[in-house]
């Protein structure tokens, strides 16, 4: 019964030990059917078993209906206020840096673009062996910028990061309307 007690009202084998007052070696014991708690802890499991039905234990071994239960505690605002300031700040900073990042998005598609011309070129070429080592390097550049850093991929990632700070900003400033105001 012990670990019905400890998983419904969440308690660890330390904190419903010290309720029964046994030692946590006993309660892991009796736990695991090694052995049964002590008759001496008294009447504590017992109410607690009773307490987790919505019942209260009577000085005469009876039980009977439980006060209802008390309320949860309301939401603090300023934490909330302060997280949703906190997601718009983000937001915002998301979308300036989706802008930089769109901006390199076409500097690096205007590489790729560009290349065909750039290798059909017919004429001499100082260095050809260096210049087709830099157009790899551009090419390879452009490629990998946008496959890992600035295309569509990484663009899309970081809109939905955008969007799920606007919508937690939204659902906040819609339970803070809720709540009386911030002092």
């Excluded at 419903?16 to 090694?34: D, F, M, Y």
């Excluded at 009773?50 to 603090?76: E, R």
């Excluded at 979308?95 to 011309?117: D, F, I, S, V």
């Excluded at 550049?141 to 991929?153: I, K, S, T, Y």
């Amino acid at each position: 019964m012990a670990s019905f007690i400890r998983e419904h009202f969440g308690l660890t084998q330390e904190r419903l030990a010290s309720w029964l007052g046994v030692n946590r070696v006993v309660l892991a014991q009796a736990e695991g059917g090694q052995r049964s708690l002590p008759i001496a802890n008294g009447l504590q499991e017992p109410r607690l078993t009773l307490a987790a039905l919505g019942k209260v234990l009577n000085p005469d071994g009876t039980a009977q209906p439980a006060p209802p239960p008390l309320p949860s505690p309301a939401p603090i605002a300023k934490p909330l206020a302060r997280r949703a300031v906190e997601c718009r700040y983000q937001a915002g900073r998301l979308g300036r840096e989706l802008t930089a990042m769109q901006a390199r998005a076409t500097a690096l598609t205007n590489r790729l673009a560009a290349l065909p011309a750039l290798r059909a070129y017919a004429g001499p070429a100082k260095n050809p062996a260096r210049e087709a080592g830099w157009l790899a390097l551009f090419e390879g550049e452009a490629v990998d910028g946008l496959r890992d850093d600035c295309g569509p991929g990484p663009q899309r990632l970081l809109a939905a990061r955008q969007a799920g700070l606007e919508r937690e900003a939204e659902l906040l400033e819609e339970l803070l309307a809720t709540l009386p105001p911030v002092v």
